[in-house]
């Protein structure tokens, strides 16, 4: 598992730079691979200017960690014995999981990027207190947990996603308007109940979904662009210059509680007109659905495609005021998109959530507001796209958290040696 106290401690009888130059070694090691993919030594030795017994010594380390693995050999076309590749390991992996209003999504995957688990279910958050929403976020986590230990991969952390701001350092969610959640000490209260040394995160949802977007997204490498999530409220991640902006405190991105209407409707947080009441699911089901708009449920919480679903399916019979109520989130979104572009001039805006799947009828009305009232040269350089990571982006980005922890610095990962075949018998 990681281990919270191994980084940074250094031996008696090895300089702490020393152990410092080495941490940096293993992950520039690591970091190459996954990369560039399965190399040779030799070929890890040239690429990154390491003497070649410097890299044998730390890949035989990052073996003995579980982090890369031996696979056949790799023919570079020179003279001399062909190498065997060095490739990330499938065995260890990390778990996502976010909580929302009314889903709770998981994402596991192993080192390598490969899914393993990838799940969404409804939850009613709001008709829960605290305590029981942290009960059953503590089970999803145990159940995700073991399922990736029925499947071969060692989990070695984990990352709440949640809608609201999010005191990082202390895994503290200090306010979610939409859970009614103030100062909730959410990593303590799973540490609980989760294996002692597992290494647990919290983080804000659209944050994590944004860095989700700029690996593996639709705009993957976009060094400049703005996510937002489609939920019931609405939140935004910022990527500038490839990396995650987070402000002084750590809140920045609360994009959804932008005031645009000072005669508009109540938001969750108490104040009037913020942008999420405008083009935030739930404000789009009151306008376009209002008989099955939330509050109203006499059962099981819909899941928010059900909802979407819904609305497709008025689209589709030319129901004409659903269809004023989708143009006119989209012109919101246009509005609120104008202000992300002059603040921080991404090159794109990527919609998550149910902007996502409502995008064909959204992005019209969003693409002609944004050119209409951003500067001009800005805005013709920036545009709209749907997202395909759909309601579990923030969950994905929750594990790719946890890897990028290993990658950092691979001497935070300590699990036992894998058993060897001779043990297996």
Known sequence: MVSKERAGAGSVDEPTDQLAL???????????????????????????????????????????????????????GAAGRPGRGIALSPD???????????????HGSDLTGRTVIEKRVSFDAKGRDVERCLDDLTQAAQRTLAELVRRGVT???LTVAVPGLVDVARGVVVLAPN???????????????????????????????????YTWGVAAGTDDLVYLTGEVGVGGGVIVNGRLLRG???????????????????CGCGRI??????????????????????GLER??????????????????????????????????????GA??????????????????????????????????????????????????????????GGAGVVVERMIEDPTAVSLAPAPTLAAAR
């Open 339 to 396: 202000i992300l572009v002059n603040l921080f001039n991404p090159r794109v805006i990527v919609l998550g959530g149910y902007f996502a799947d409502l995008a064909d009828h959204l992005i019209p009305s969003a693409q002609a507001n944004l050119a209409r009232m951003a500067v001009a040269s800005t805005a013709a350089r920036c545009h709209f796209v749907a997202s395909h990571l759909g309601f579990t982006a923030a969950a994905r």
């Open 155 to 157: 989990p070695v952390g």
């Open 22 to 76: 080495r941490r940096a070694n293993l992950s520039r090691t690591l970091r190459h691979i996954r990369t560039n993919g399965p190399r040779s030594r030799a070929a890890i030795a040239a690429a990154t200017g390491l003497h070649k017994a410097t890299v044998s010594s730390l890949v035989d380390e990052l073996i003995s960690r579980r982090l890369v693995r031996e696979i056949g050999t790799e023919h570079s």
């Open 248 to 266: 002084a405190d750590g809140f920045s991105g609360e994009v959804g509680h932008l005031p645009l209407d000072p005669s508009g409707e109540r």
């Open 179 to 213: 859970l009614g959640w103030r100062d909730v000490p959410v990593a303590t209260r799973l540490a609980h109940g989760l294996d002692p040394d597992l290494w647990i995160g919290v983080d804000n949802d659209a944050n994590l979904a944004a860095l989700a977007e």
């Open 92 to 106: 260890v992996g990390a778990v996502g999981i976010e909580i929302n209003v009314d889903y709770l999504a998981v």
């Open 299 to 336: 059962g099981p919480i819909p899941d928010p495609e059900e909802r979407v679903a819904e609305v497709l399916r008025r689209l589709a019979r030319g129901d004409k005021a659903v269809a004023a109520a989708v143009a006119e989130v989209g012109r919101w979104l246009g509005h609120g």
């Open 273 to 294: 007109g913020c942008w999420e009441t405008k083009v935030g699911l739930a404000e789009l089901v009151r306008r376009a659905t209002p008989d099955v708009a939330y």
